[in-house]
């Protein structure tokens, strides 16, 4: 799948507000058009003041977004873990005690997925950044690219340690409370299975009785993830760094 | 061809088991390609590589940048003037500067991280104005005319009606949408930001330690927006926060002033502050609504434990299955990013490999050596002991990134 129309689908599949917060890849790519195709000098340089100027714009973009929805994840993940606590500790009688605890893993479950759609957000735009750069610099024979990836690198919007520190603890929280409770599970359904059921219902919302409103978009993000660059330099390269980078420390 | 490493981290990271055969009932056909394509492929999915297929080119940002650096640095109006250009080359110098100083040379650098794009009208970058668009367009209009010096061919106009077009369009598009942004985002810090932001690094540390870690650094000629500078929460920010405000007596009784005093944080401004308390009410007033309005629907609920559909399994089932893709996910995510790391690294490794040996650094030349398991090199490098120091060092560099990288 090219990169445009991998872009264009976690658009339009991401939360309303999260739309427009993605990088303009087809407007970058049209100005990239307009550079290499115009041969005068004026007239190009002032194509490329404009794309470096619409660049700059788009990581700033990210930067916002990302830090405000990552203050609004330290808040929501703080009030979460109270929560926890509260519904832990707390054992009120059934029914109202289990109404909490579905109520809190649902809330986990939403925030650790919100989450990582951010973590995807920041993914995809450092990609099309660096796909965009890379055109760039085929068409004009420019030099901008690796300096600009490098301060991309350090922008907050790439710098996910934080969110992803938070991640692993909302793991960490949910594995304790889904496991209080000894639940009675029918078929096992794996999570391919649970892809196949979203896609087919669209709203499961109505069948579970409270949405899950973006596990539309996690399996979007998923899916779209799984795609094979075999024959690629970059899958060449990809098996080349993994295999000296010693993998065996994972375990 | 089965990337063996990606699958032992997933074998040892995820608790989960993928069995795909004979426990799938009939799925409808979308899916089919997708089961097909998961059992070719083994029990978990490959590991992502929709990086950017960036490998192939690896510029060098030293030497022979020469003539072609000013257009980047120009200013819009100064276009047409080829003496401004000298104003606005940091380039050369800039370029061999290391990463963490590098910051502040990007802003000078490429004039548009700093809030002060003195030539050109409050900008397309950090704010988004009507103006920067007529700006814009009365100079993309005025450019045909004042190419007189050049000559205005026939070909020209046409270029520039496109360009026009292309402005008119692409412009107004950019304005609307950030103007829409900036609607909502009023009063947050996002207005007037900025420039020019620091590392990650010292952002890292900082955080650890809870000191609030302001996201720009103070440029000359916005004094202001000093002000409004990106904070960054961390979460041992916040705790004092909360801390500050629970002393104030809560989140509606705390005012920012109170708690931007009880906090005494360096950094943090009462904008911060303001913003942050709004945010943190909301948080709290949200739960507090649905926590009424739930607990009924869920008692209701309560007579069907179990939703018959297909396979016979309830909520928690349900929202431990999302759980699981969503951890996948991250995890994917997690791998893609410190490959998408480690590639720069390598990249920057060959460039410095390359240029030790005077071997003019190209498209080409990158391109050759970056093929395959870079044992391949189709240059002549002759094996010297600088050779092996530095791709040694760089070695040493991903591994250790490696290690870190994915803990």
């Given at each position: 799948m090219k990169f445009g129309k991998r872009l264009k689908k976690q658009v339009e599949e991401s939360l309303p507000e999260w739309r427009d917060k993605f990088l303009a890849y087809k407007?970058?790519?049209?100005?990239?058009?307009?550079?290499?195709?115009?041969?005068l000098s004026p007239r190009r340089a002032t194509a490329e003041a404009a794309f470096v100027r619409v660049l700059d714009g788009e990581v700033e973009r990210f930067n916002a977004f990302f830090l405000e929805q990552e203050e609004e994840f330290v808040i929501r993940q703080r009030e979460l873990q109270e929560m926890v606590k509260k519904v832990a500790a707390g054992e009120e009688a059934w029914p109202s005690g289990a109404a909490e605890m579905r109520r809190v893993r649902k809330e986990i479950v939403d925030l650790h997925g919100e989450m990582v759609l951010l973590l995807n957000y920041s993914a995809i735009n450092y990609t099309g950044l660096a796909k965009i750069l890379k055109k760039y610099d085929k068409r004009t024979g420019r030099l901008l690219r690796l300096p600009f990836i490098e301060k991309a690198l350090q922008q907050p919007f790439f710098a996910t340690e934080l969110i992803s520190r938070l991640v692993h603890e909302c793991e960490a929280t949910m594995e304790a409370i889904f496991d209080t409770e000894r639940e009675h599970t029918g078929t096992?359904?794996?999570?391919?299975?649970?892809?196949?059921?979203?896609?087919?219902?669209?709203?499961?919302?109505?069948?579970?009785?409270?949405?899950?409103?973006?596990?539309?978009?996690?399996?979007?993000?998923?899916l779209s993830s799984d795609h094979v660059t075999t024959g690629s330099r970059l899958g060449e390269v990809a098996e080349g760094v993994s295999d000296k980078a010693d993998w065996n420390h994972e375990e | 061809m089965e990337r063996l490493s990606t699958n032992r981290i997933y074998s040892s990271g995820v608790p989960v088991t993928v069995s795909l055969d004979e426990s799938f009932p009939r799925i409808p056909n979308a899916q089919n390609a997708l089961m097909e394509r998961e059992s070719r492929s083994g029990p978990l999915p490959n590991l992502q590589v929709n990086i950017a297929p960036i490998c192939g080119q690896f510029h060098s940002s030293t030497g022979s940048v020469g003539p072609l650096c000013s257009p980047l640095a120009v200013r819009f109006s100064s276009v047409l003037n080829p003496e401004?250009?000298?104003?606005a080359?940091?380039?050369?110098?800039?370029?061999?500067?290391?990463t963490s100083s590098s910051t502040l040379n990007y802003g000078s650098q490429y004039g548009g991280f700093e809030p002060s794009l003195s030539d050109f009208p409050r900008d397309v970058g950090p704010t988004w104005c009507p103006d920067p668009v007529d700006g814009m367009l009365g100079y993309s209009g005025d450019v045909p005319g004042g190419n007189n010096s050049i000559g205005v061919s026939e070909d020209l106009s046409k270029q520039s009606e496109w360009w026009t077009d292309f402005m008119n369009d692409d412009w107004k598009d950019i304005v609307d949408n950030s103007m829409s942004n900036e609607n909502q985002q009023a009063g947050q810090s996002v207005q007037s930001s900025i420039s020019v932001h620091q590392?990650?690094?010292?952002?890292?540390?900082?955080?650890?330690?809870?000191?609030?870690?302001a996201v720009a650094a103070p440029s000359p000629s916005a004094a202001s927006n000093t002000a409004k500078a990106r904070m960054r929460w961390t979460p041992e920010l916040h705790e004092r926060f909360v801390d500050a405000v629970n002393q104030l007596g809560g989140s509606e009784k705390a005012t920012p002033k109170g708690v931007l005093k009880l906090m005494k944080a360096d950094n943090l401004t009462i904008y911060h502050v303001k913003s942050h308390l709004q945010k943190y009410r909301t948080a709290r007033y949200r739960p507090e609504l649905s926590e009424g309005s739930s607990?009924?629907?869920?008692?209701?609920k309560e007579e069907i434990p179990s939703i018959d559909l297909k396979g016979n399994f309830d909520i928690t089932e349900a929202l431990r299955l999302q759980l699981e893709l969503q951890k996948r996910l991250h995890e994917q995510l997690e791998i893609q990013r410190?490959?998408?790391?480690?590639?720069?690294?390598?990249?920057?490794?060959?460039?410095?490999?390359?240029?030790?040996h005077s071997i003019p650094v190209t498209d080409k030349v990158l391109d050759a050596s970056t093929s395959a398991e870079g044992s391949k090199l189709s240059l002549d490098v002759p094996e010297s002991s600088t050779v092996k120091e530095v791709s040694e060092n760089c070695q040493n560099g991903l591994t250790k990134q490696t290690e870190s990288g994915d803990s």
């Open positions: 407007r970058l790519k049209r100005l990239v058009r307009l550079i290499s195709g115009g041969n096992r359904m794996t999570p391919w299975m649970w892809i196949g059921f979203q896609n087919d219902a669209r709203d499961a919302a109505s069948i579970l009785g409270f949405p899950l409103h973006f596990n539309q978009q996690i399996s979007m993000a998923y | 401004q250009y000298s104003n080359n940091p380039y050369n110098s800039q370029a061999q500067s290391t590392s990650a690094t010292p952002q890292a540390v900082a955080s650890q330690s809870g000191e609030p870690l607990e009924k629907k869920v008692s209701s410190s490959l998408q790391l480690r590639i720069e690294e390598q990249g920057k490794c060959l460039q410095m490999m390359l240029e030790q």
